[in-house]
């Protein structure tokens, strides 16, 4: 939608195929919160020594970002510290250096653009965290989280109505038609090898040709695809958050007609999943500086604001692969998440004991753990913690109490098909394809747009 949108603005004629009998994909089912500098960082909140020390962790073996960092700090600016090389670094490592250093430069350096983007084109707005506390968002790397909400900034909102809904009524606003219950099927290039358009099937599998002088390929990951996860990679994780429209072939599509593939066997696996189905339980587990996640046995077992995958395969270790989120009254008071109970998926109790009986957590060690990490949040020193972790927030004190159930989940996959800083596909020698474009880390979202299209 936001390629389709773009188009529009620069006035193209756009088609937009739209797969399942709605829009939005795994966006609509997101959270919708998005990494970004904050475009007036003097309003950030002071740096503490827990931004220091994740700061510290990142550009330790980078003498060019100590000396920048120190030269920020010596010019007496007191707000959290940031940069588009700080972002582009932690996303390479966070990333086991996999990445593709210039695609990742070209997010970092653009991403608080885009946000200002998304912000005007409806009455939503962003609500900026660190603004209001130091949080970073599970497996986030530092704080930088920004969340959409209505116009008055402070009431949520849905993901759909804040970024689908305002750009698929721009789109269709300027005379473009959207396409629901029309699967692309192939991608069509003429004898030059220039693409030309693709074929689709509508609901009735009736075939249909659109024509165009570009196609963007939006078309999600494989992730609600069990036979091509286990092609890629054959992670014991069955169960995902994904939308049932991410099933691939899109890019199975993409690769018949030349296109290259990269980094198929990486696919992120999330630790807020419901153990019943795998959906995301992440608006109702406390937010990462919030929580400790204890197992069974009353331990905590991982560092709570460490990187994703790092507690996800902390969780698959934990028996029955379960953990649960703890926290309490002041954190649902914050506002940092919805009520638990109201998703009727949550143990609550008045006491941390009844908590422990009701979830079936070991009481004895329980107890020996919350007290060790209720004094480290007080203290803000999670050194003498058996799992250190790098950012705490609140400490678990005022009733009721509440855990949360979490496991691993498949969130989406991390490969796809190869593109340069200008979006456009390659094939497998690193040739671009001419008039095929890949949109949203190529595979985010559950849309062909097809720009300057004729009428089919």
Not at 51 to 60: E, L, M, P
Not at 248 to 274: C, D, F, R
Not at 277 to 286: F, H, K, P, V
Not at 433 to 447: D, F, W
């Amino acid at each position: 939608m936001v390629a389709a949108a773009t188009a529009v603005d620069n006035g193209a004629t756009v088609i937009v195929l739209e797969k399942m009998v709605m829009l939005g994909g795994n966006t609509a089912r997101s959270e919708g919160n998005m990494s970004a500098m904050d475009p007036e960082p003097e309003k950030l909140l002071p740096m503490t020594q827990a931004v220091r020390d994740i700061i510290a962790k990142y550009t330790n073996p980078k003498p060019s970002f100590r000396r920048r960092f120190s030269s920020s700090s010596q010019s007496g600016k007191k707000y959290i510290f940031d940069s588009p090389e700080l972002f582009a670094l932690q996303t390479i490592v966070g990333g086991n250096c996999k990445n593709d250093a210039k695609l990742v430069l070209t997010m970092t350096r653009n991403a608080t653009a885009a946000m200002k983007w998304l912000d005007v084109q409806s009455d939503m707005t962003w609500f900026h965290v660190p603004r209001s506390w130091v949080d970073v968002g599970i497996g986030g790397l530092y704080p930088r989280g920004q969340w959409p909400c209505q116009a008055d900034g402070k009431t949520p909102i849905s993901t759909y109505d804040a970024y689908i809904r305002p750009l698929a009524a721009k789109v269709e606003a300027a005379g473009n038609p959207i396409y629901k219950n029309m699967k692309v099927v192939s991608v069509e290039r003429d004898a030059s090898g220039r693409v030309t358009g693709v074929k689709a099937l509508d609901r009735k599998g009736v075939e249909r040709v659109f024509s165009g002088r570009s196609v963007v390929l939006a078309a999600g990951g494989y992730g609600a695809n069990l036979q091509m996860v286990k092609k890629y990679n054959d992670i014991s994780v069955t169960v995902t958050s994904n939308s049932p429209a991410t099933t691939g072939e899109v890019l199975e599509e993409a690769v018949a007609a030349g296109a290259g593939l990269t980094g198929m066997e990486w696919i992120q696996i999330h630790p807020h999943g419901n153990p019943k189905n795998g959906e995301l339980e992440s608006t109702i587990a406390a937010r990462p500086s919030d929580t400790p996640y204890v197992n069974c046995d009353g331990l905590r077992f991982v560092d709570e604001t460490g990187r994703r995958d790092e507690i996800s395969y902390g969780i698959l270790k934990q028996t029955g692969q379960v953990a649960f989120s703890i926290y309490d009254q002041r954190t649902i008071e914050e506002k940092k998440i919805e009520s638990a109970i109201a998703h009727g998926y949550a143990f609550k109790a008045d006491t941390l004991e009844d908590l422990a009986r009701q979830a079936g957590i070991d009481w004895k060690n329980f107890e020996k753990t919350m007290k060790a990490y209720n004094e480290a949040s007080v203290s803000q020193n999670t050194k003498s913690l058996p799992v250190p972790k790098i950012l705490i927030g609140n400490p678990v004190v005022k009733a009721p109490f509440y855990a949360v159930p979490i496991t691993t989940t498949i969130h989406h996959t991390m490969g796809g098909l190869r593109i340069n800083e200008k979006t456009q596909i390659l094939d497998k020698n690193g040739n671009v394809i001419p008039g095929l474009y890949a949109a949203c880390e190529t595979r985010a979202a559950s849309t062909a747009a097809i720009a300057s299209a004729a009428t089919p």
